[in-house]
């Protein structure tokens, strides 16, 4: 039994890395699309695309070695040392060399719900930051679960990931939001001139980088939260496998969401960083497979299910 579980959560592991390379690939590939059809729409093939994907690189160096400290600036987060909770210390350092990482710096949110999340570009610049009402309300079984959890977070480069996947969101947001004010400040009239020389296929070629321009924001949100949905699926299985105690994850994830208190130095730009939602969004599987698409985080029946088969 014990083998077959650790087969389970491999293939769990696998599946989760297998679509999120998928989600990204096509997260790309859209992108490229959106911009060739917006430069044509505009007969600017080049220079428009090139110009939002030069602010693009200029938020991709600002988030890649500052977003952590914003975050962690964000959630009132306070770095401690090892005399301050030699248990805590203990307990992620006897993590990290099971994991194979090394140990990140510690900090503590002092709010009394309980929460996690973990930061940082790499696992020699990661920060793992704990509540008070974490520390407070779950034992030692369940809180080397939420641990574990989030040094998988580290060890898969999830947060420079999601980084990553943010500021492919944004590129979207601004490329579509460059357009939409070219064609209404400028643009336009040169667009409608060119395609009434270039014939009806100019014009349609306009319509579709419009409606493109309108819907791609929608888009991006939906494939940035697919993402983020998988990569807590991995983080679940990856905790699992460090702590070889699935039922001890589950059963902070139960008392995590049995808890209704929210996270006061929350906000839905860092919500989907933490173990489960902060804000305390109801995210059920009844809502539906629409509504689905819009949490940060899966259900937790699903993740619940998913720890219990392994």
């Known amino acids: 039994m014990a083998e077959l579980a650790r087969i389970n959560i491999y293939d769990q592991i696998d599946s989760n890395r297998r679509k999120t390379f998928f989600f990204i690939l096509g997260f790309v590939l859209f992108i490229v699309l959106l911009g060739w059809i917006i430069g044509l729409a505009l007969n600017e093939p080049y220079l428009f695309p090139a110009i939002a994907f030069l602010i693009a690189a200029v938020s991709a160096v600002t988030s890649y070695y500052y977003s952590d400290k914003m975050v962690l600036g964000l959630s009132g987060a306070k770095e401690i040392k090892k005399q301050d909770d030699p248990d805590l210390y203990n307990l992620v350092d006897n993590l990290c060399i099971g994991a194979g990482l090394p140990q990140p710096k510690i900090f503590i949110i002092n709010d009394s719900a309980p929460n996690a ?15 008070t009402g974490l520390l407070d309300k779950l034992n030692k079984r369940e809180l080397s679960g939420v641990i574990a959890h989030e040094l998988t977070h580290v060890g898969n480069y999830d947060i420079r990931l999601m980084t990553i996947v943010a500021i492919l969101a944004g590129t979207v947001v601004l490329m579509s939001d460059l357009f939409l004010r070219w064609t209404w400040f400028g643009g336009r009239g040169r667009s409608r001139s060119d395609s009434r020389g270039g014939g009806q296929a100019q014009l349609i070629l306009f319509i579709v980088a419009v409606a493109l321009a309108v819907l791609s924001p929608l888009v991006a949100q939906v494939i940035k939260l697919a993402i983020s949905r998988k990569r807590e699926f991995l983080a679940d299985a990856g905790g699992a496998m460090i702590t070889r105690d699935p ?15 929210p996270l006061e130095v929350a906000n839905k730009a860092t919500a989907h960083m933490y ?18 698409m819009f949490m940060t985080h899966p259900p937790i029946e699903e993740r619940l299910a998913k720890l219990r088969a392994m």
Not at 119 to 124: A, H, L, M, N, Y
Not at 251 to 261: G, Y
Not at 275 to 292: C, D, H, Q, V
Request: glycine share 10%; net charge negative; no cysteine.
């Open 247 to 261: 039922e001890g994850l589950a059963l902070a994830l139960e008392k995590l969401t049995a808890d209704k208190e």
């Open 275 to 292: 173990i489960i939602n902060p804000l305390k969004e109801y995210e059920g599987t009844s809502r539906g497979w629409f509504a689905g």
């Open 117 to 131: 999340f973990a930061t940082g570009r790499d696992p020699q610049h990661a920060v793992v930051a704990v509540t």
